[in-house]
């Protein structure tokens, strides 16, 4: 059974998907932006704020469904530029300190709102 998830402590959808949904106990996040969920608007910043919201964002979300980052299986981590790696993987570090989940990272050529960072997440029970 799908179940939607949706919290007021993230940002609402900009289009016609859910924030998550959950279905035979696995949770699937949709691309998260740097969108402060209390003002709609991108945080301001550089690479280190924006990822910082994002991460923020994606932990309201599991939280509202009952999940942690410690259950985080997988990230797809979408930059505007790979010179913005190495400064977003330091701060996505400090949420997967022990057990990360799988990743894969891509430069692609633009990003919704024109934001430096989307990351997508899978996690399971």
Known sequence: MKKIINTSNAPKAIGPYSQAIEANGTLYISGQLPVNPETGQVVEGGIFEQTEQVLKNIGAILNAAGYTFENVVK????????DNFATMNEVYGRYYSTNPPARVAY??????LGVLVEIETIATK
């Open 107 to 112: 430069a692609v050529q633009k990003l919704p």
């Open 75 to 82: 990230s797809t981590c979408l930059l505007s530029t790979m």
